[in-house]
């Protein structure tokens, strides 16, 4: 499949059509990562490599083997939304993330990040089940949203990340317009 960031003038009926095969009108597909993902921009892509092992077993599973400095984007999902508000929760806990840059989620325009690129607090340590939430607003000229996982490389000298990251649900839902004055 081509990239979908360069076909952007076909995101609003490709998305039509999918969620319209799905059934559903939530604004991300397979939210509790309870299914195998389909083949589709609009469900999640989970792309493992040698330091990173990326499964599904209760949650999203995604295991940093401390052997690199890695820098990872390969837990995404597109979804088109109209122009508003907007707010993106994540129910996550993790074991042991070490280093400086942990894990996050980034919300952006894939066409244009400069229009919109926002993203969530890293994941560090060891914590149990808790939410993480960013809260933005999508312009007129905004088509299509990525949600993505990603870490940074780290500067410092000790940098090689171990450690796992468990995301059991995400939401992405739209917030009511701001009472006019």
Do not use: C
Request: glycine letters at 4%; zero cysteines.
């Amino acid at each position: 499949m081509s990239d979908p960031r360069t076909r952007r003038p076909l995101w609003r009926p490709a998305y039509a059509l999918w969620t319209d095969w799905l059934g559903t009108t939530q604004l991300l597909a397979n939210t509790h990562f309870d299914t195998a993902p389909r083949e589709t921009p609009f469900d999640w892509t989970l792309d493992s490599s040698p330091s990173v092992a990326v499964t599904r077993a209760n949650a999203l599973d995604v295991r940093f083997a401390g052997t690199e400095n890695v820098a990872f984007s390969g837990v995404r999902q597109f979804t088109v939304v109209p122009p508003g508000r907007y707010r993106f929760s994540a129910e996550v806990s993790s074991d042991n993330l070490t280093i400086d840059q942990g894990p996050f989620f980034r919300i952006f325009d894939p066409a244009n990040p400069a229009r919109l690129n926002v993203g969530s607090a890293p994941i560090l340590g060891t914590a149990g089940k808790s939410w993480i939430t960013v809260q933005f607003t999508v312009a007129s000229q905004t088509e299509a949203l990525a949600v993505q996982l990603e870490r940074r490389a780290s500067q410092r000298f000790d940098n090689r990340i171990s450690g796992t990251l468990y995301i059991h649900q995400v939401s992405l839902v739209p917030l009511p317009a701001p009472p006019s004055a």
